[in-house]
């Protein structure tokens, strides 16, 4: 069926391009350069287009339509044109990502080849669709797929729980390029991935986060207070390297270096860059700009807004004394490319990962590890730990707040004040619930030392992620009692940091087979059964360690998650809603057992919205699908 073209065209030659070749491929084709873009916004414009009754509409953009974007976006809202594909025709590269809205956009020298392609997707897709056409959910088999090819190709995971920001990505790209199903579409992505950076199209809808600048001031109090003056407290560090992994639109890095700014008044004099990466290049081009609304001002004092902005009407435009500073430049994550050589002193990953699978999580973490100097500095978001993920990391804690410093040496010469001699090499067998019990060595320590001061030692460096000395620590204790039932259950702990959950469970099962009332070892086996997929056998751990001890924060937080996943809403607010009362209940300081080291402010932040997610994403939408082992 031959398509009704509209080209809306500035120039002649364009025009008699584009006519001879739809008319080469039995199509109409009609230039209309009397219907400017600049006259598109009357009344009169919007009716003559709609009148013609066009399949697809192709605008050239020139030098002089400088608000060709206001325009192009009208021309999408109107009634009569807002369901006619577009494509743009540019010399102006640049423009490419901020019209991410349209079929397509084509520089010139037009691509012909590229434009049939075009063609024959419109008319496949207006085929196959039909007019009836509506868009339904993902099922398993497709959401699978979408799935591992995002993990495969950007880390990105989407689960479940969050498969309508997929699903609103998806309709978006496929409404536009009139592709009816998600087959289809998948088709199209593998093929065009790279060729017409479909991905990079789609991670646009996919990667678009809220941001503000000094976001989490805390964060950039103790870049001000500590850590610079930390790193360039001597003479000889004049250079300062800093990473922003995951910039989004800016706001991040050119905060770091305001902040910079205010902390080193010699800061001309030294040679610092930060380097702002994204996965999402219109992002980046936003970025670059510098220009922002009065939203993202919001937390900003005034006295940085008078000192480090213009203010151009209802914009604020960040001067270039501080973008000077910051270099911009595109990195995917997950990628096996590393995205720089460069060793760091600091690097700022914040609400970037938490789209990562734990696998995903590690590799990222790792990586960083290998690009920070020895006692360089990574600041993640407050939702996000390294519990489970890295034991390279020390962990600090400020003011109730958290960050990490890369591990120089092994701290455990610090704690050997508290024995009389070396503990040891002799290690403890842990026991599964069939084998006997393995006789201990007694470790030599100062009858001064009580084993529970011992133990209360080892949390300390657990929680600080210290997990070399407190393994060993953990190993005195129960050289001396050996049916601690704490200690053994801190070396699950330890063990499923590093990976080895077989002898997690083996801790669980021994500290059980001790005592079956303990509530720790019940959620414990709980959190490995989930990390094991056996969600069923997981939720039974946790609801055996609730009843054992009703104020245990941990469970009641694991059974809120875990019911959400499975679509047991009723269940999932019930339980996050106890998680929170507790945690208001606890001191300010408090550090919540078995949470990594989570601070009660920190963690009643991520509790509350988690809450609010459950309690938004399930306002009429069906049931999820129930997870079981």
């Known amino acids: ?92 590269a640049e423009l490419e990502f901020e019209l991410n809205n349209y079929l397509d956009f084509i520089l010139k020298p037009i691509d012909l080849r590229r434009l049939r392609e075009d063609v024959e997707i419109l008319k496949a897709g207006k085929k196959k669709r039909g007019s009836d056409f509506e868009f339904r959910p993902l099922n398993s088999s497709e959401h699978q797929q979408f799935h591992d090819f995002l993990i495969k190709h950007c880390g990105l995971h989407f689960e479940r729980r ?17 592709i009816g199903s998600y087959n289809d579409y998948f088709d199209y992505l593998e093929k ?38 930390a790193l360039t407290g001597t003479k000889a560090k004049k250079s300062l390297r800093i990473w922003s992994a995951g910039c989004s639109t800016g706001e991040e890095p050119y905060t770091i270096a305001m902040t910079i700014m205010e902390a080193l008044p010699d800061w001309k004099r030294r040679d610092i860059k930060i380097l702002a990466t994204d996965i999402n290049n219109r992002s980046l081009k936003r970025a670059k700009d510098g220009v922002y609304s009065a939203w993202k001002m919001r ?91 890295s034991s390279r990391f020390e962990r600090h804690t400020q ?67 210290h997990y070399p000395e407190a393994e060993e620590i953990f190993r005195d ?58 969600i069923t056998d997981a939720i039974e751990e946790y609801r055996k360690a609730v009843l054992l001890k009703i104020d245990f924060v941990m469970p009641h ?10 679509g047991d809403v009723k269940t999932s607010v019930r339980e996050l809603r106890n998680c929170i009362k507790l945690l208001e209940k606890a001191g300010r300081e408090a550090v919540i057992p078995f949470s990594g080291g989570l601070s009660r402010e920190v963690f009643l932040e991520q509790a509350r919205k988690d809450m609010t997610m459950v309690e938004a994403t399930n306002i009429n939408q069906p049931e999820l699908g129930v997870v079981t082992s």
């Open 162 to 178: 969050n498969i309508k920001v997929l699903e609103r990505a998806l309709k978006s790209r496929m409404e536009l390029l009139h």
């Open 1 to 92: 069926m031959p398509l009704n073209v509209l080209i809306m065209n500035q120039s002649r030659d364009l025009c008699g391009v584009l006519c001879r070749f739809f008319r080469a491929g039995g199509d109409r084709a009609e230039c209309n350069s009397e219907v400017r873009l600049a006259e598109c916004k009357s009344l009169d414009a919007k009716t003559t287009l709609s009148k013609s009754r066009p399949d697809l509409i192709i605008v050239e953009i020139t030098m002089h339509e400088s608000n060709a974007i206001a325009i192009l976006d009208g021309l999408q809202k109107s009634a009569g044109t807002k369901n006619i594909p577009i494509i743009v025709i540019s010399d102006f």
């Open 299 to 389: 937390v900003t004092p005034q006295y940085h807004i008078d000192k480090y902005f213009k203010r151009i009407g209802e914009s604020y435009i960040v001067k270039d004394e501080v973008k000077s500073l910051v270099e911009f430049d595109y990195c995917n994550l997950q990628s096996t490319l590393n995205c720089t050589q460069e060793p760091f002193d600091i690097i700022f990953c914040r609400n970037v990962m938490i789209y990562f699978t734990t696998a995903t999580t590690r590799k990222v973490v790792e990586m960083f590890a290998d690009h920070l100097n020895p006692g360089g500095y990574l600041f993640m978001g407050h939702s996000e730990t390294l519990l489970n993920v």
């Open 557 to 566: 937080y694991q059974l809120g998650k875990l019911s959400y996943r499975t």
């Open 399 to 465: 003011d109730g707040n958290f960050y990490y410093s890369k591990k120089v040496q092994p701290a455990i010469e610090a704690i050997k004040f508290r024995v009389n001699s070396p503990a040891t090499t002799e290690k403890p067998t842990i026991l599964s619930n069939n084998s006997q019990k393995a006789p201990l060595v007694p470790s030599k320590l100062q009858d001064s030392v009580s084993a529970e001061e011992l133990f209360g030692t080892g949390l300390n460096l657990l929680h600080q992620e």
């Open 192 to 229: 065009n991935m790279e060729r017409r950076q479909e991905l990079q199209k789609l991670l646009q809808l996919l990667t678009v986060g809220e941001t503000f600048f000094f976001r989490y001031h805390a964060h950039f109090d103790v870049l001000a207070k500590s850590v610079l003056s």
């Open 477 to 534: 204790v129960l050289g001396v009692k050996p049916e601690h039932t704490g200690a053994i259950l801190a070396l699950g702990q330890i063990h499923l940091v590093n990976g080895r959950n077989d002898e997690a469970l083996a801790c669980c099962d021994q500290s059980l087979a001790i005592n079956d009332l303990l509530p720790e070892g019940y959620f414990l086996r709980g959190l490995l059964f989930e990390m094991a997929e056996r």
